[in-house]
Nanobody, 124 residues
Framework: QVQLVESGGGLVQAGGSLRLSCAAS????????MGWFRQAPGKEREFVAG????????DYADSVKGRFTISRVNAKNTVFLQMNSLKPEDTAVYYC?????????????????WGPGTQVTVSS
């Protein structure tokens, strides 16, 4: 089992940047595929980015490709989401999630563990 806590959210102007962090507790962090999801008011939770267990593989939603970068440091039980060129439509609660699957998955039901989320608000 793993516990996840996100940090780094906040209010930023359009075009700005934020770096989200997700700290995991537990001894087997490197055994999890990690993902970032987001949920805006009135919308379903959507996949943003995912990273393989080793960090060598990544996957992104089309809406964030070229602007967001996911990374992880297994020695520090942490996964990051660097968000650049932010747009008002990026406004959402961002969630970190851990999956026991062997490949990066884009469906929320493939992720067994979730953090409480962190709010990101992008003003125009």
């Amino acid at each position: 089992q793993v516990q996840l806590v996100e940090s780094g959210g906040g209010l930023v102007q359009a075009g700005g940047s934020l770096r989200l962090s997700c700290a995991a507790s537990g001894r087997t962090f490197s055994g999890y595929v990690m993902g970032w999801f987001r949920q805006a008011p009135g919308k379903e939770r959507e996949f943003v980015a995912g990273i393989s267990r080793s960090g060598s593989g990544t996957d992104y939603a089309d809406s964030v490709k070229g602007r967001f970068t996911i990374s992880r440091v297994n020695a520090k039980n942490t996964v990051f989401l660097q968000m650049n060129s932010l747009k008002p439509e990026d406004t959402a609660v961002y969630y970190c999630a851990a999956s026991l699957t062997s490949t990066i998955m884009e469906k929320s039901y493939d992720y067994a563990y979730w953090g409480p989320g962190t709010q990101v608000t992008v003003s125009s």
